[in-house]
């Protein structure tokens, strides 16, 4: 019984540990998180209405960021929007191009010189879409992606969020980081 125990209890600490290094790098913060690679994987369907998920980032029992699919009517049918949710001062790391989420690539570094976006609780679109009297068009850093990363802060400590998002399909959330 203990042997089994022990045995299990093994495998839920291997399963936290990073399979290599693919991932952002988070500043002088980074030895205080821990990698959460969820199994299953979290998955918000499509075209349901309004599919969520949330996540604690801190440990404090409150959810810091909601991720929601929701349907759209657009001009020739429905589409699937991606948004996110934030609460507890959490920020999100926005593009300088266009103040969408930014959708990060590996190996790139979060720190206080990122572009925050401002702490109070927010709705910020990863995938939409945008119409005029023609036609309408995509819009967002995450769409059709496959392993990006949202950058987020809370407080003074950086973490990250490895997701695959497609327009017309589920949003995935592979990993994520916990600060301890």
């Known amino acids: 019984m203990k042997a089994t125990l022990i045995l ?14 693919d991932s952002v790098k988070t500043g002088s913060s980074s030895n205080n998180l821990l990698i959460i690679k969820p199994n299953p994987i ?7 209405s309004d599919a969520t998920d949330s996540l604690d980032l801190n440990s404090d029992n409150k959810f810091d960021i909601k991720f929601v699919k929701k349907v759209t009517p657009l001009l020739t049918g429905f589409g699937s929007v991606t948004a996110i949710s934030t609460s507890n001062t ?28 401002n702490p109070e609780s927010a709705i910020y679109e990863l995938q939409s879409y945008k119409c005029n009297t023609s036609n309408c ?32 399909g589920e949003l995935l959330v592979k990993e994520y980081t916990v600060i301890k």
């Not at 979290?42 to 349901?48: E, R």
């Not at 790391?93 to 930014?102: A, G, R």
């Not at 949202?150 to 695959?164: H, R, T």
């Open 8 to 21: 299990i209890l093994l495998s839920l600490l291997v399963s936290c540990e990073p399979d290599s290094n």
């Open 42 to 48: 979290l998955t918000i369907p499509p075209y349901q």
């Open 90 to 117: 959490l920020q999100i790391v926005l593009s300088k191009t266009n103040n969408f989420p930014d959708s990060l690539n590996v190996n790139i570094s979060l720190d206080n010189n990122s572009n925050w976006s």
């Open 137 to 168: 068009e995509s819009i967002g850093n995450f769409i059709n992606v496959n392993d990006k990363y949202i950058g987020y802060k809370l407080g003074s400590k950086f973490g990250w969020i490895k997701i695959d998002n497609s327009a017309d």
